[in-house]
């Protein structure tokens, strides 16, 4: 399967500051995808990232507070704007389309970023 | 709307097998996963079955899956301390492009 690395890796931030966390795959995906898991949490979904055009975000997440870019296939940024405590959860990114011998759903993730907002 | 659901915890010993449970209410899921969270890590890729089978086996690993109940379990042969972690099953609704629902996620801690 694809080699994902995800930068940081964990950070702690002040409230009403921005951090962007940067994903990478080490081959082109067709699907990337942007999670966030709140402390004792499941995942929830935050967006779709898509190639070359904006994103596309589920209900409860909007753009100006989560805005995602993703130059390439291999590539995806998220950044955590105005940041507040609540925001403080685990952010992971997945992959799907990946390889030919699994259902192209299949997604695979990220080791997740960690962060804290003070 | 879709809603997958496990129970919190369980607690085996080393060397018993452990059965995590899942129920998922769209009955249209094409494909249904499990994967395992340990802690400060990521989400790694158990294994995934197919709506129209009723059992995978992977080496330890059994996925039994009753459509009719939507009902889907994790057996896990001889378990060992490293198993210890948080259990995800998650299934893709038709319709959702590659969208996953997750459920809540089952601990399981297993005691020496």
């Known amino acids: 399967s694809a080699v994902i690395s995800q930068k940081p890796s964990r950070d702690i931030c002040q409230r009403g500051t921005s951090l962007t966390i940067q994903c990478q795959v080490d081959?082109?995906?067709?699907?990337m995808f942007w999670y966030r898991q709140q402390p004792g949490q499941s995942l929830t979904l935050i967006a779709t990232?898509?190639?070359?055009?904006?994103?596309?975000?589920e209900s409860g997440f909007v753009i100006d507070k989560f805005p995602i870019s993703r130059p390439n296939l291999t590539f995806s940024t998220l950044t955590v704007s105005n940041m507040s405590p609540e925001d403080s959860s685990i952010y992971l990114c997945?992959?799907?389309?990946?390889?030919?011998?699994?259902?192209?759903?299949?997604?695979?993730f990220g080791p997740g970023t960690r962060l804290t907002v003070l | 709307g879709e809603d997958v659901e496990q129970s919190l915890f369980l607690s085996v010993r080393e060397g018993d097998s452990s059965v995590i449970n899942c129920t998922y209410t769209?009955?249209?899921?094409?494909?249904l996963y499990w994967y395992k969270q340990e802690p400060g890590a990521g989400l790694q890729l158990l294994t995934y079955?197919?709506?129209?089978?009723d059992m995978k086996q992977d080496q330890r690993l059994t996925v039994l899956l009753n459509k009719k109940d939507k009902h889907l379990s994790l057996r896990i042969a001889d378990t060992q301390t490293g198993d210890s972690a948080i259990y995800f099953c998650?299934?893709?609704?038709?319709?959702?492009?590659?969208?996953?629902?997750f459920g809540g996620g089952t601990r399981l801690m297993v005691k020496p």
């Open positions: 990232a898509n190639q070359g055009s904006e994103a596309t975000y």
């Open positions: 997945s992959v799907a389309g990946v390889e030919a011998y699994v259902p192209t759903d299949t997604q695979y």
């Open positions: 079955i197919f709506s129209n089978m």
């Open positions: 998650a299934e893709t609704p038709n319709n959702a492009g590659n969208m996953l629902t």
């Open positions: 081959s082109q995906v067709t699907m």
């Open positions: 769209d009955s249209s899921s094409t494909y």
